[in-house]
Structures are given as C-alpha cells and as structure tokens.
C-alpha cells in the first residue's frame, strides 16, 4: 500500500471518530440519557460471565464525548448517572433470584430494590463524571492527561463504594480480566483497584482519536494497545516463573451436594440434606482425603451444644483428619445484644469434638441483617429472627495437621485487602459458600472471579467451597486448578497449593499500594499543570 493510500485511510479513520464524537455529544433530553444508560449496560457485558471486554473500548470514549459536549456540570452529573444505572442494573439483576426464593413474601420488592441499589451504586461513576468535568480545566487534561484524570477518578470512587455503607465492591471494572490468567497477574501489584485504573486509563485514551487540531491523533489509540500488552507480557513472564508446589500432607475433598434454596432451610428436608452431604463425602476416594469440606450453613446445628450431631458428623471425618463445616455458632457472653446466631465455621475431628471455629463479620444487608431497623422494619430474606451476630474480624485458625487458614464465608471474599488477620499471617484461604440463593445467573460466577482475585493479591491459593457452584481449587497465581461448575452435584479433590515464599506487593502493602499508585497519577497530572504554560504545547 502507498504511503498517499494509507494517509487517506488513516484521514478516513479519524473523520469517523470525529464525526461519532460529535453525533454522540450533539444528543439532547432523553436522548442523551438513554444513550449513557445503553453504555453503561454494554460495559457491564465485559463482566464474567460475558467477558465482552473489547465494549469498554467503546463505552468509556462514547461516555468522555458525552462529558465534554456537557454544558452545564449538572448535565455531567446526570450522564454518569445513567451511566452507573445501565451499567449496575445489568451488573447486579442477579440479586432478583435471592428474591424470588420465597416469591410469595418477597418478590414484590424485585421492582424496588434492584432499580434502587443500581440507582444508589450508580452515584459513584456520577461523581466521578461531575468531578471530571469541574477538574479537567484546572489541570489542563487533554489527550493523555484527560484519560488519567478521568482513570484516577473513577478508581478512587470505585474504591470509595467498596468502603461507604459497609461496602459493596461487586464488579469492579478490573475483575473483567478473570478472562485471563496472564492479564490477572496485576492484581498482584495494585490489587483488583489497581487494574481498574490500568483498564479504564487505556479505555479512555481512544476517545481523544477525535480531538480536532491535534497532530499524531493516532497515539493515544497506540498508547492504549501498549499499556495492556505491557499488562499481558508482564503476567505471562510472571507466569513463566511460576512453579507447582503443594504443601505436603494435605488432601482435599470438597463437597458440593447442589441443593436449591428453596429446599435448603424446609425442616422435614433437614435430615435428608445431612445424609446427602454424608454420601457424596464417604464415596469414593474417601480414604484418600485427610481434610473434608463442607460449604457455607451445611450443617444447620448448634453443634457446640448438640453432642448427638457431632458424633454423627465424625463419619464424614477423615481418619487423622478434620471436617470443616458451615454452620450456625452462638455468640460468646459478651457479645452485642440483641443479636442471633452467627454464620460460622466448624472444624471438628474424629471424635466429634470441636477444635476451633469461626464467625462472618462482612454481613450481608438485608440478608443477615436489617440497617436502620428500627427505621426500616423490614423482615430478613435469610430466615430467622433478629439480626445475626457479628465476628470480630479476619481471623487466622491454627488446625492440627493444617497450614494456617483465613477463612472467608459468602461475599467476604469481595473485599479486597480485608481477607487475612494481621495477628497471624495465613498460609491459605478457604472461602465457603451458598450461590443457590442466586440460581442460574451472573452472580456466581462474578463471586467466583472475585475469589481468584483475592487468591493473586495475597500470593495464598484459595478453596472455595459452593452449596452449588463454582467450587475450586486455586493456587496463589489465580490459576484454577481444579473445579466444579455451577449447578453440579459431587465432590472434588485435590492437593493444597502452596502460598508463594514472598507475598506479592499488594499482599504486604494492601491499600497502600493503590495509594501509591493514584499518587503517582496525581503527581503526574500535577508536574504536567506546572511545565504547560499558557499557550505551551504539552498534553
């Protein structure tokens, strides 16, 4: 191809962007909020388990031009609005199935709640746009400036909603890169959060492919395809390195006995889901096993106080090994009152005696508890009455014949750089849970895609351990290993991977490596302000 023939595509190329820049930025009244809603919902798409990532590519650029054809900041405010709405009512309809698991009490609240937490999630990228548009003059961001003052601000309220409210960090834009092993290694460094920059940043560089007047208006689209080979090469190399390793003496068997949620807590069932957890434990490859798990709330039983159950649950007990379960654990004397039972973990051995346990402190909302009760009367959709007690915190267990644990039960897996005790480090980390209460959808595996992220950030494999799906085991670089799908019945087993002999950047600094990172960005954007004088040329 000539040089002229190629000058005329490149010109064709860019006239296209900017002739879409200006249709996108010239909508108006509903048009225009119909618009950020529809890609909000196309970046939601780039979540497991529709992994569609090219579409933020599209999304975010389409969502700058919006910003910046903005007159007013009350009009940026409301585009990230619809923005966030789109995009979260698509990322968290999931929760509809927890609804509609006792339909009759409970399915009218479908219409209510899952707009109104979209709407209430949705607050977070609409600050993002409306600080984006009163900063961008301050610092001058334009081309590469504009796309990491717009990254740095959409990350920090990304790590904002993850701690407001008890924190809600689902689907952080990061967490689209559970596609791939490589790309996952640079949670390992700045943590899922640190990701979510790294991916916005060079989704935002090709909406500047349309700024008139601008020469090499090619590069930012060139910078963005560099940044992520440089995250892909980076992770494949560290990946290179990698080396099995499995702790010696540990032999899992993970049970996923698939029971759906509208039959889980009917008590003429009670007995009949304990004799199926036995079963699936004590087929074959029993004797092999010298840990057995069973996932969140198996065993619905006080067992500290039921002697008669323990001794039963010591059949599922490996000979010299241990059976840890779920199941509900009473709150110690001193603890807050007018609380319930906890959601726990038991670890019980051959003789049936308790060696240690464990209670949830991330509760879940509505589900575990009830905020503003005395405001908000509103029933649990977990049955029970009263609120559920409380944990302390992250804990490490220290087990005969185990590596020391932290566990993690349901959503505490989420929290990025809140899975492990600062007491005690861990060796591992066993994540048990019930992804019935959201059937068939996009929520299970959006849970299970968090857990791998946990597993890399703190150089620990990670057992995760479903009523139904997706039970695995992952080793400390994310990599599944082995793994039961949704909606499978059986068990698993496996060994125990190793943790890594250095805990990664993220695993030792947590939150302050993000800092660190958004620091940095800001610094940048600061030095840039200063060396661009008026009239200057740099951008």
């Not at 585009?79 to 399915?107: K, T």
Request: proline share 8%; with cysteine; aromatic share 10%.
């Amino acid at each position: 191809m000539s040089e002229s023939a190629a000058g005329r595509r490149r010109a064709r190329f860019l006239g296209a962007a900017g002739a879409l820049r200006e249709r996108v930025g010239a909508l108006s009244g509903w048009r225009r909020y119909g618009m950020s809603c529809l890609l909000g919902a196309l970046a939601a798409l780039a979540m497991p388990p529709w992994h569609a990532v090219p579409l933020l590519f599209l999304a975010f650029p389409a969502l700058l031009w919006q910003i910046e054809m903005a007159g007013r900041p009350r009009i940026a405010f409301l585009v990230g609005l619809a923005f966030g709405f789109g995009h979260f009512l698509v990322g968290v309809q999931w929760i509809a199935n927890a609804f509609l698991v006792d339909a009759e009490r409970f399915a009218w609240l479908v219409p209510v709640a899952i707009p109104g937490l979209a709407l209430y999630l949705a607050l977070f990228p609409a600050a993002t746009t409306l600080l984006f548009r009163l900063l961008r003059s301050s610092f001058a961001a334009r081309g590469w400036s504009g796309a990491l003052l717009f990254a740095l601000l959409w990350t920090g309220t990304e790590w904002l909603r993850g701690e407001l409210l008890t924190g809600f960090p689902w689907t952080p834009v990061g967490l689209v890169w559970a596609v791939s092993d490589a790309m996952l290694q640079g949670a390992a460094f700045f943590g899922v959060f640190g990701l979510s920059f790294f991916t916005v940043l060079a989704a935002a560089l090709p909406a500047f492919l349309a700024e008139r007047g601008r020469c090499c208006r090619l590069l930012p689209l060139l910078a963005a395809c560099l940044l992520m080979a440089g995250l892909w090469f980076g992770g494949m190399a560290r990946l290179a390195r990698a080396e099995a390793a499995f702790f010696p003496g540990v032999h899992l068997r993970l049970v996923q006995p698939g029971i759906p949620q509208s039959l889980k807590w009917d008590p003429a069932l009670r007995e009949q889901h304990f004799e199926r957890h036995l079963a699936l434990t004590l087929g074959e490859g029993f004797a092999r096993a010298t840990l057995v798990i069973w996932p969140e709330m198996a065993a619905p039983y006080f067992l500290a106080e039921d002697p008669e159950r323990r001794a039963r649950l010591a059949h599922a007990v490996p000979k010299g090994g241990l059976l840890l379960t779920g199941a509900p654990r009473l709150p110690p004397e001193a603890a807050e009152p007018n609380r319930g039972f906890s959601n726990g973990l038991v670890a019980l051995d051959g003789q049936g005696r308790i060696l240690g346990g464990y209670d949830k402190f991330h509760l879940v909302p509505f589900g575990e508890f009830v905020p503003l009760r005395d405001v908000l009367p509103l029933p649990r959709l977990v049955p029970g009455i009263g609120d559920f007690y409380r944990g302390p915190g992250p804990q490490t267990l220290i087990l005969p014949g185990l590596p020391p644990l932290s566990p993690l039960i349901c959503y505490e897996v989420i929290f990025s750089g809140e899975v492990v005790g600062k007491a005690l480090p861990p060796r591992w980390l066993l994540n048990v849970t019930n992804d019935a209460w959201f059937g068939e959808s996009s929520g299970p595996y959006q849970h299970f895609a968090a857990a791998r992220f946990r597993a890399v950030e703190e150089g620990l494999a990670l057992v995760r351990v479903a009523n139904t799906g997706v039970s695995a085991i992952i080793d400390p670089y994310g990599r599944v290993l082995e793994r039961l799908d949704l909606g499978a019945v059986g068990v698993l087993d496996g060994p125990l991977p190793a943790s890594l002999d250095l805990a990664p950047l993220y695993g030792r600094l947590h939150g302050k490596a993000l800092g660190l990172l958004l620091a940095a960005g800001l610094g940048l954007l600061g030095l840039r302000r200063i060396l661009c004088r008026p009239g200057g040329k740099i951008s």
